[in-house]
């Protein structure tokens, strides 16, 4: 099966810029996250979903970032503005619903952000 | 609150010795505990997972992992290392009930030829 799929794979902008980066899931997987991977750290959960429904958003800086998942496949992470912390990997991962614990997840290459 | 504690940022081993990657957990509950391994600009690849039966948990690429309750640790461990298994090893938890992986902060392992 076709792994999870992300774009761009390096963005670099300027502190006060927007920025949006591109999550396709592997085919069925309902289950659909966002985690921030600042440097010399473990991923953070950003933004869980179920199909279309937000499940765990409580560590997403809304002032700032926002996510959607229209549909139930693709999803979108945008950040605007952004700040020099921001700069960081962004990675999806995908897993069928209600398999976490099964077979964790399948993660996407990642998106390397640079603010400067 | 569950959380992942990795408590070596850096591990070195000699080609051919045996590794230890070490990870201690703490949880709610049962754990469900992960390693993933991330090679240089790729994503997290999944090694192997414990949910229950036995304590020892055979994964990819030779990679073993023993779960201990007792100590509240999973350590990582492989007989005989490869320059090839350099590469940033997380350990994960999943407390029972919560929706997500919670990740340990990572270790670099550097196999030296």
């Known amino acids: 099966e076709a792994g999870v799929a992300q774009s761009p794979r390096y963005k670099i902008i300027e502190k006060r810029q927007s920025v949006a980066f591109w999550c396709n899931p592997i085919?069925?997987?309902?289950?659909l996250y966002w985690y921030q991977q600042i440097l010399g750290q473990g991923p953070k959960l950003l933004i869980q979903?179920?199909?279309?429904?937000?499940?765990?958003d409580s560590q997403l800086p809304k002032d700032r970032f926002s996510a959607e998942r229209l549909k139930g496949v693709d999803s979108t992470l945008k950040i605007q503005p952004a700040k020099l912390e921001d700069s960081a990997v962004y990675l999806c991962?995908?897993?069928?619903?209600?398999?976490?614990?099964?077979?964790?997840?399948?993660f996407g290459s990642g998106t390397r952000l640079t603010v400067v | 609150a569950q959380s992942v504690a990795q408590p070596e940022d850096q591990v070195n081993v000699a080609e051919g010795n045996p590794l230890t990657v070490k990870c201690t957990y703490s949880?709610?509950?049962?754990?469900?505990l992960f390693w993933y391994v991330q090679y240089p600009n790729r994503g997290l690849q999944f090694l192997l997972k414990?949910?229950?039966?036995?304590?020892l948990v055979k994964g990819s690429y030779g990679f073993e992992a023993e779960f201990n309750k007792s100590q509240t640790s999973f350590h990582l461990k492989k007989p005989s290392a490869l320059v090839s298994d350099s590469a940033l090893y997380f350990c994960?938890?999943?407390?029972?009930?919560?929706?997500?992986?919670?990740f340990g902060t990572g270790t670099r392992l550097t196999v030296i030829p």
């Open positions: 414990y949910i229950t039966g036995d304590n």
């Open positions: 991962a995908s897993s069928r619903a209600g398999t976490t614990t099964n077979y964790g997840y399948t």
């Open positions: 085919s069925g997987h309902a289950t």
């Open positions: 994960a938890v999943r407390e029972d009930g919560a929706n997500n992986l919670f």
């Open positions: 949880v709610s509950g049962n754990p469900y």
């Open positions: 979903f179920q199909n279309n429904g937000v499940v765990d």
